[in-house]
């Protein structure tokens, strides 16, 4: 058994420093750091690449709470100001990607930079930095599964549970599950698939989408807060699709590059 040592890392004065707010930096910067190591790997500019990254943090960041909101309505039209408050959590990767790639890649098209190359770099990025956000969920107790009594079961204090759960008091740590399975990703990403997949740009960034949507689809079954679209959790729904992008995407872009 686990729990949550609470969401603040330090207080600075008057100012309470989260430890969400430092796990996304702390995952943006590795990301940027990798993201410039393997353009100078692969002879891309990495200064180009860099600023391009930088569009598409922030609009990835824009996008990830705008997906949020969009599917919580209900609380945020009653609570307009909650809607700027980030460090409370409350950001969706499927927007964040959707937000990162429109952003950037309007910066990269307009530019003619390889916006192909871009997205494959970025795959690494991405899976490790989503392993590293997704602590962010345990500090702030938000983004578990159902009851269990597991041995790794998370503990989640009162004011946090579910009410149709509220006299539990032990649940699946999905973030955990998904962390691994973001680490994973990213192993296969680097040290499996990057230089299988090299003569086809893009085919990397779509084997990303396929492999993180596979774990998605699974932690997504346990967790107690899903995003929903009717009866549907929008998230499962994403990811099906991101699935059939990959294993439709990726065999097409290889056979059009033969090796």
Same mark, same amino acid.
């Given at each position: ?12 004065? *008057? @100012?309470?420093?989260?430890?969400? =707010? ?26 180009? !690449? ?12 824009? =996008? ?36 990162? @790639? ?10 003619? !930079? ?9 795959? *690494? ?67 499996? !698939? ?6 086809? *740009? ?18 997504? =079954? ?14 499962? !729904? ?22």
């Amino acid at each position: 058994m686990f729990q949550s040592p609470g969401a603040i890392a330090v207080h600075v004065g *008057p @100012i309470a420093i989260r430890w969400y =707010g430092v796990l996304m930096a702390t995952a943006m910067a590795l990301g940027l750091w990798l993201a410039h190591r393997d353009a100078r790997r692969r002879g891309l500019d990495p200064e180009r !690449l860099l600023k391009a990254s930088e569009l598409a943090l922030l609009g990835g960041l824009i =996008g990830a709470r705008l997906y949020y909101v969009a599917f919580n309505l209900d609380y945020y039209s009653q609570f307009p100001g909650k809607i700027f408050a980030l460090w409370e959590g409350g950001l969706a990767i499927h927007g964040g990607v959707l937000g990162g @790639i429109l952003a950037g890649g309007v910066y990269a098209w307009r530019r003619r !930079l390889p916006l192909r190359q871009y997205l494959d770099v970025a795959a *690494p990025s991405l899976a490790i930095g989503q392993a590293i956000g997704r602590w962010g969920n345990f500090f702030n107790e938000e983004a578990f599964g159902r009851p269990t009594d597991l041995p790794w079961k998370l503990f989640i204090s009162p004011p946090h549970r579910p009410l149709p759960y509220a006299q539990a008091e032990f649940f699946h740590p999905t973030f955990l599950y998904e962390s691994l399975w973001d680490v994973a990703v990213f192993g296969l990403l680097v040290f499996v !698939l990057r230089d299988r997949l090299a003569r086809a *740009p893009s085919a990397l960034f779509l084997a990303y989408v396929g492999l993180y949507s596979l774990g998605r689809l699974i932690t997504e =079954g346990l967790r107690t807060d899903p995003l929903m679209l009717g009866p549907l959790r929008v998230a499962q !729904l994403v990811s099906l699709l991101g699935m059939i992008l990959a294993l439709v995407g990726v065999p097409l872009l290889l056979r059009r590059r033969p090796a």
